[in-house]
């Protein structure tokens, strides 16, 4: 009885193979670092609505593909908007 580990009668020391190929995604690039933007303008909610989903929470970097510098002064941008109400903190209420 081997311990610690499952033993399986069909595949006995063989090692696996990978079906199919590995999926690599294209890498992501900073749209602010592309432009050379220095700073991000919290008063233009159109290009700040790219960054935020339909509910209204604040895109993660995986998903954006903007730099941690970037990542950070877009947090502060829409913030900043959301506070003069140029974007809203919560979805429309559909009543």
């Known amino acids: 009885m081997v311990v610690g580990r499952q033993f399986n009668k069909f595949n006995s020391g ?3 193979k990978w079906s199919g190929s590995r999926y690599a995604p294209k890498r992501k690039v900073c749209s602010f ?21 339909d509910r209204g929470k604040i895109t993660p970097r995986r998903k ?32």
């Not at 303008?41 to 935020?52: H, V």
């Not at 950070?72 to 979805?91: N, T």
């Open 64 to 95: 954006t593909g903007v730099c941690a510098r970037h990542q950070r002064i877009l947090a502060i941008a829409i913030k900043r908007a959301r506070h003069l109400a140029l974007l809203p903190y919560v979805p429309a209420h559909l009543y």
């Open 14 to 16: 063989t090692k696996r």
């Open 33 to 53: 670092c592309v432009a050379k933007a220095k700073t991000v303008d919290y008063k233009n909610p159109l290009k700040l609505q790219q960054f935020i989903t």
